[in-house]
């Protein structure tokens, strides 16, 4: 069966300093991956996606960036945290082709700048 | 800006009644689909509707589909509190692929 991780559960981070979360799925191949981030009750705003290696597509101009540098693994990375990076960030995978299937999440990481 | 809109933003209701959430898009769509959160967590895929499709069933779930309004709802019946959780509508709009755009979310709290 297929697994998606993420970490780490928590962070609190200084304004200004770097950011790495980290994704990786298990028991599929050539996913699609994701990468939303969800403000406190509201709803959620892709960020980043990929289809492949090396193929990121960035969905908002901000202060982030993605990298898929395994087929499995999807990173997200700042070089300087701003305040309104702050929120829950979750990875997502679905199978990949043509058609929009459904997406899996992992459990998410809530990031808090200070 | 939001492809889905969910409505009502909020809903409290007492164990064994009815849900009902509704979601409004903007676009023409593929298919429409409903996730559930509960409190911190990542988002669960509960069903998918596509745009031939008028209703589906999934357990105590069913969700109808009216593309000439629009719009979708998901109603859950006999609710328990283990129901609690955030329900959000996401589509992925003709010529957008690889990806869904969510709505803003219907936050349901069941009463015991």
């Known amino acids: 069966s297929q697994t998606i991780h993420q970490w780490p559960a928590t962070l609190v981070q200084p304004v200004g300093s770097p950011l790495s979360l980290e994704c990786t799925v298990e028991g599929t191949s050539n996913p699609n991956l994701y990468w939303y981030r969800q403000a406190a009750g509201r709803g959620l705003q892709l960020l980043f996606y990929?289809?492949?290696?090396?193929?990121i597509s960035s969905e908002v101009p901000q202060n982030l960036s993605a990298s898929r540098p395994q087929d499995r693994q999807f990173i997200l990375s700042s070089k300087k945290l701003l305040l309104s990076d702050s929120g829950f960030y979750l990875c997502?995978?679905?199978?990949?082709?043509?058609?929009?299937?459904?997406?899996?999440f992992g459990p998410g990481t809530r990031l808090t700048v200070t | 800006s939001q492809q889905g809109e969910e409505d009502p933003q909020a809903l409290s209701i007492q164990e064994g009644e009815n849900a009902t959430m509704n979601c409004s898009y903007k676009t023409s769509i593929n298919n429409l689909q409903w996730y559930r959160q509960n409190s911190g967590r990542g988002l669960v895929h509960l069903i998918l509707?596509?745009?031939?499709?008028r209703e589906k069933h999934s357990g105590r779930l069913r969700v109808t589909l009216d593309t000439s309004k629009k719009s979708s709802s998901l109603l859950i019946t006999a609710s328990r509190a283990a129901d609690t959780a955030s329900y959000f509508c996401a589509t992925d709009g003709i010529g957008a692929t690889n990806k869904l755009i969510f709505g803003t979310g219907t936050l349901l709290a069941v009463q015991p």
């Open positions: 997502a995978w679905s199978r990949s082709g043509g058609v929009i299937y459904e997406q899996y």
């Open positions: 509707i596509r745009s031939n499709e």
């Open positions: 990929s289809v492949g290696i090396g193929q």
